[in-house]
């Protein structure tokens, strides 16, 4: 079992930067890819980022490619979503997932991971 959680939220204006975190509990963690997804007020929740296993591959959503960094500390349970050049598009609220111990892939697609976090809310102002 891994419990998610996630910290860094907050009211931003556009063109700011905000750097979210999520620690996760259990042995497991380096052999869990992890990912962040968001889901905005009457929208679907949507990939944003995922990192591999020992952080050498990472995948990103082409709305947010070039604007936020993904990584992880394996050695502190973290993994990082680091957001600059935020919009007022990027309000939502932003989740830590997952995927199964031994698990390979930074994978895109939510029905994949298996932990969630609780979630942070990001609002950035124009």
């Known amino acids: 079992q891994v419990q998610l959680v996630e910290s860094g939220g907050g009211l931003v204006q556009a063109g700011g930067s905000l750097r979210l975190s999520c620690t996760a509990s259990?042995?497991?963690?380096?052999?869990?890819?992890m990912g962040w997804f968001r889901q905005a007020p009457g929208k679907e929740r949507e990939f944003v980022a995922a990192?591999?296993?020992?952080?050498?591959?990472?995948n990103y959503a082409g709305s947010v490619k070039g604007r936020f960094t993904i990584s992880r500390d394996n050695a502190k349970n973290t993994v990082y979503l680091q957001m600059n050049s935020l919009k007022p598009e990027d309000t939502a609220v932003y989740y830590c997932?997952?995927?199964?111990?031994?698990?390979?892939?930074?994978?895109?697609?939510?029905?994949?991971?298996?932990?969630w976090g609780q979630g942070t809310q990001v609002t950035v102002s124009s």
């Open positions: 997932a997952a995927r199964p111990a031994g698990r390979s892939s930074p994978s895109a697609y939510s029905d994949e991971y298996d932990y």
């Open positions: 259990g042995r497991t963690f380096s052999s869990n890819p």
């Open positions: 990192i591999s296993r020992s952080g050498g591959i990472t």
